[in-house]
């Protein structure tokens, strides 16, 4: 398996382009049946039917129910990528890093169902699929460490290299319990109230560290 092969799963359709297509269909209906049934309760006639094709048709681009758990696995984690490599920023500012966290927590308040489900159904996935998108959340991670580092190269923070690495898991999983926790949390703030306090206590946490 390709590690950078979006395209990986089988498909006897040739056309590049077609297949992006129909597999982002295949992935929104999937994210909608697997949060109202389940991953493993829902069946492969059920998600034709929610992406509107014939099962024939299904299978064209996909082999099994876990390819679609895969799709949407990888569509986060190229989402979060996009997201994160497509805005201008500041290199090494905190401004930059501010605005790094900012853009990734907006982008989970507009895919929460897909976290979730990412992180409640990945167990299910084929080792080498799973071994795959835990390898992409490693390369999130690393994003924000890049980002850091630069603020640290530029002496906008004082970190070590471990610190680095655990601020940067902190900012991946601070921005995913809003998906895990929107129920209670909306309850009590907006997402950009929730941005403001949890990038506050962040920076002030870090910049009191003494590398």
Known sequence: MAKNDKLHVQSSIKDENKIIARRQQIIDAGVKLFKEKGFHR???????????????????????KEDVLF????????????CLTDFPSDSGTIEGLKQAIRHYYLLIDQMPEEFTIMYQETKSLQKAAMHYILDKELEMVAIFERILKDCVEAG??????????????????????????????QKRYTIDQYIKLQTTMFLQGIMQFEN
């Open 71 to 82: 799709l949407v696995c990888d569509n986060i984690f190229n989402e979060v990528t996009k």
């Open 156 to 185: 906008n923070l004082s970190l070590s290299e471990d610190a680095i690495y655990l601020a940067a898991n902190h900012i991946v999983v601070q921005g995913q319990s809003w998906a895990f926790r929107k129920w209670a949390l």
């Open 42 to 64: 829902a069946t492969t006639r059920e998600l034709a039917k929610a992406a509107g094709f014939s099962i024939g048709t299904l299978y064209e681009y996909i082999r099994t």
